[in-house]
């Protein structure tokens, strides 16, 4: 089993739609978690980190994370054109192991006009 | 935005030649990474560095080595470059301490090996 499951996709939508981004991870040493966008033949932008569950919101980037459940949204809120990218789910652990990123296989997103 | 860059962005190689891959940030972290990045697959980490003169492997087994002499700079070099190699390489980098960071990746280097 991946120590990160991510909702393979493809997701296509229409501008202005909400978006909603899954994964689920097996590892209890997690003790952070990221979204990272990705754009074709670029690196990974970070658009969201958490350390805790709860709600995260910024712009109309939303990261919610329920530990008990061991299960990480991201959601996205009036969906544009120049969203549509894939997007990765990370989790890591802290102390030594902090950096040390474990990613999901990432979701391709296609916004249309 | 992250200062942290790569070099060379794409590069076609034949089989047996050996190459480094460049990575360098001016932000003065501590920790750099690389990662390998098959299309359409996931990031794996294959190499880390705490810090000058201290070099780890990653979670997925690499031919390569890497080195750090320097904060800024952290290479990566493969001795005899084989089909199999063909993947993007992305380094990154973050802070030592934990609470509120972020870990940068710069834009990747694809390599493909003939």
């Known amino acids: 089993q991946k120590e990160v499951e991510q909702d393979p996709g493809p997701l296509s939508v229409p501008e202005g739609a909400i978006v909603s981004l899954n994964c689920t991870y097996s590892n209890s040493a997690f003790q952070y978690f990221m979204w990272y966008r990705q754009y074709s033949r670029k690196g990974p932008e970070l658009l969201m980190y958490?350390?805790?569950?709860g709600n995260k919101e910024d712009g109309r980037f939303t990261a919610q994370v329920d530990k008990s459940s061991k299960y990480i949204s991201l959601f996205i809120r009036d969906s544009q054109p120049s969203d549509s990218a894939t997007y990765l789910c990370a989790g890591g652990a802290g102390g030594t192991s902090y950096g040390k990123l474990t990613f999901g296989q990432g979701t391709i997103l296609t916004v249309h006009p | 935005e992250a200062d942290i860059y790569q070099t060379p962005r794409y590069l076609v190689i034949g089989t047996g030649k050996k190459i480094t891959l460049e990575c360098s940030q001016t932000?003065?972290?501590?920790?750099m990474y690389w990662y390998q990045q098959d299309p359409g697959m996931e990031l794996h980490l294959i190499h880390y560095?705490?810090?000058?003169?201290?070099?780890e492997k990653g979670d997925l087994s690499s031919e390569s080595t890497v080195s750090r002499i320097r904060t800024e700079h952290f290479p990566l070099t493969l001795e005899s470059a084989r089909p199999s190699h063909t993947s993007q390489y992305l380094c990154?980098?973050?802070?030592?301490?934990?609470?509120?960071?972020?870990?940068?990746f710069g834009e990747g280097s694809w390599l493909t090996v003939v």
């Open positions: 958490t350390y805790s569950s």
């Open positions: 932000m003065g972290h501590d920790k």
């Open positions: 560095s705490y810090g000058v003169n201290s070099t």
């Open positions: 990154a980098s973050s802070e030592h301490r934990e609470a509120g960071n972020t870990i940068y």
